[in-house]
């Protein structure tokens, strides 16, 4: 079975542009959440998207939005980059059939920005 | 204010020994429990949970201690190998809602010595 898989990998851009980040699930996962790693403050929750819908959101600003398709698949976007957005953006899927459900990881996309 | 916290950013073990990683929480609506690994360039892999009704997990070499009163879970690695050299990140979450949107420590990375 194939894990999770995003892209792209490697990203630069430029303060003040838009990035768009791509995760596609493991197959017959419902649930993809985001997270953002920076060597200051770790791991943290963006958001989770479940059957389309946004379901729980981090806090983060308004820039970061992300999307899911009706196949699973999701999307993130973040506009007006700034410099602090440079980070390891990592997306998790998870089955949710139970209450709980470990979340598998992706690879992550490595965002600088200039 | 960080929620779960890691206090040891590294330790180093010996070959065969045992590890142990610890972990406090303070929101004591966190119920369920989580450790991963990571390796550099890769995603976290799931490593062993614990809901918070129960005190101890096992799974193989790994065992994950919860002590709700204290706050505190630990991860043990019996016995530890060159492999398990890794960061460590423990994470927590809060009902069935928030299952998805873990919230994680700073990592504690392991050195297995030969």
């Known amino acids: 079975k194939a894990g999770v898989t995003q892209t792209p990998r490697y990203l630069i851009k430029t303060r003040g542009q838009q990035v768009t980040l791509s995760c596609s699930p493991i197959?017959?996962?419902?649930?993809v959440s985001w997270y953002q790693q920076t060597p200051g403050q770790g791991l943290q929750f963006l958001f989770e998207?479940?059957?389309?819908?946004?379901?729980n959101k981090g806090n983060f600003p308004g820039r970061f939005s992300g999307r899911q398709f009706s196949n699973s698949r999701s999307e993130m976007n973040v506009s007006t980059l700034e410099l602090g957005d440079s980070a390891l953006y990592l997306c998790a899927s998870s089955l949710v059939l139970a209450t709980y459900n470990e979340q598998f990881f992706g690879p992550g996309t490595r965002l600088t920005v200039l | 204010d960080q929620q779960v916290k890691q206090n040891s950013p590294s330790l180093s073990v010996q070959e065969g020994r045992i590890s142990i990683l610890n972990c406090d929480y303070t929101?004591?609506?966190?119920?369920?429990f989580l450790w991963y690994k990571k390796y550099p360039a890769e995603g976290p892999t799931f490593l062993i949970s614990i809901s918070s009704i129960k005190d101890k997990n096992e799974d193989g070499r790994f065992t994950v201690f919860l002590n709700k009163s204290a706050k505190h879970l630990s991860l043990h690695i019996v016995p530890s190998q060159p492999g398990d050299s890794a960061v460590y990140f423990c994470a927590a979450s809060e009902g069935d809602q928030g299952a998805q949107k873990l919230v994680f420590g700073q990592g504690t990375r392991l050195t297995i010595n030969p």
């Open positions: 929101n004591s609506m966190f119920d369920y």
């Open positions: 197959s017959g996962h419902r649930s």
């Open positions: 998207y479940f059957s389309e819908t946004q379901r």
